[in-house]
């Protein structure tokens, strides 16, 4: 998916003044009371764990909106590899200023560069396949727009960004409406009400609703979720040139090439974004 850049930078936005306001509140207290308003200092953003950088650009949005007379300049840009005791960039200005904004900053980055880290282990390993890796709905609440923006630093792709830009029929769906071909239909024809233009994913459990998926016309992908490696070889076969196809269901780095090798067109992974831990980055005064 592409997002919409207004809707995107608005987004972003939207992030860093809720966090400021639930960070400063009413005053940085201990920045005020022992820094003078006019004092000016350096500070550089030095790496400790080798990885992924991610969230440069967020930085520069954070310093922005706190300061805009706060100067940034970079060594290091979101997507390279970065290793221990690499300087990513050097912040100046006014040292109340640097403060307000250094935690908001070093959470983005840190939680951003791992998301892009471990993206890019799974591009790695699906090397000389067709698939794509894709991130899931399986984000933090409130900042799904940053995890997302580390997963294409990463070399990821984006799934839909949630429930308004795409239809996926899941399980529950499918149950709830009456069964696969009834679901799929009821869509068509609410699309054709609305005068929506949204793309139309279907789960399959098993062989059987791969088949009846089939039947029906106007799916854009199927996913086939929680297959075993031969019955994901045998739905391929079966969908082949007809839809998309993607893997889904507890996929991991132990086993996403061997769906890879399976044939589907994508794979995606909740893991990429619930399952990180921070990449260790430090804001240390010059």
């Known amino acids: 998916m592409k997002i919409d850049q207004n809707y995107f930078d608005k987004e972003v936005q939207h992030i860093i003044k809720n966090a400021i306001r639930e960070d400063v509140g009413e005053g940085d207290f201990s920045?005020?009371?022992c820094i003078p308003a006019d004092a000016k200092g350096k500070a550089e953003l030095l790496v400790k764990e080798e990885g992924v950088l991610a969230g440069v650009e967020f930085a520069k949005r954070v310093f922005q909106f706190v300061d805009e007379e706060l100067v940034l300049k970079t060594f290091k840009n979101d997507g390279e590899k970065i290793k221990k005791g690499d300087i990513v960039f050097e912040i100046s200005g006014k040292s109340q200023?640097?403060?307000?904004?250094?935690?908001?900053?070093?959470?983005?980055?840190?939680?951003?560069?791992?998301?892009a880290t471990k993206t890019n282990r799974f591009v790695e390993l699906l090397k000389g396949t067709k698939a794509?890796?894709?991130?899931?709905?399986?984000?933090?609440?409130?900042?799904?727009?940053?995890?997302?923006?580390?997963?294409?630093?990463?070399?990821?792709?984006?799934?839909?960004?949630?429930?308004?830009?795409?239809?996926?029929?899941?399980?529950?769906?499918?149950?709830?409406?009456?069964?696969?071909?009834?679901a799929i239909q009821k869509t068509k024809d609410f699309?054709?009400?609305?005068?929506?233009?949204?793309?139309?994913?279907?789960?399959?459990?098993?062989l059987a609703e791969i088949e009846e998926i089939l039947q029906n016309d106007g799916v854009y992908r199927i996913l086939i979720d929680n297959f075993n490696y031969a019955d994901t070889r045998k739905a391929v076969e079966m969908i082949g040139d007809k839809c998309q196809t993607e893997s889904s269901g507890n996929i991991t780095l132990e086993t996403?090439?061997?769906?890879?090798?399976?044939?589907?067109?994508?794979?995606?992974?909740?893991?990429?974004t619930h399952s990180v831990y921070n990449l260790d980055l430090s804001l240390k005064a010059k």
């Open 256 to 272: 996403a090439r061997k769906y890879a090798e399976c044939g589907v067109d994508y794979i995606s992974s909740g893991a990429l």
């Open 31 to 33: 920045s005020l009371a």
């Open 191 to 206: 699309l054709k009400q609305e005068n929506r233009d949204l793309k139309i994913i279907v789960e399959a459990r098993d």
């Open 97 to 115: 200023s640097i403060l307000k904004a250094e935690r908001l900053m070093l959470n983005g980055m840190q939680r951003m560069s791992a998301i």
């Open 132 to 182: 794509n890796i894709l991130d899931t709905r399986k984000t933090t609440p409130g900042i799904r727009v940053l995890e997302k923006w580390a997963v294409q630093i990463g070399g990821g792709v984006n799934h839909r960004f949630g429930l308004y830009d795409m239809i996926m029929l899941k399980d529950n769906h499918i149950d709830f409406a009456g069964g696969i071909s009834a």
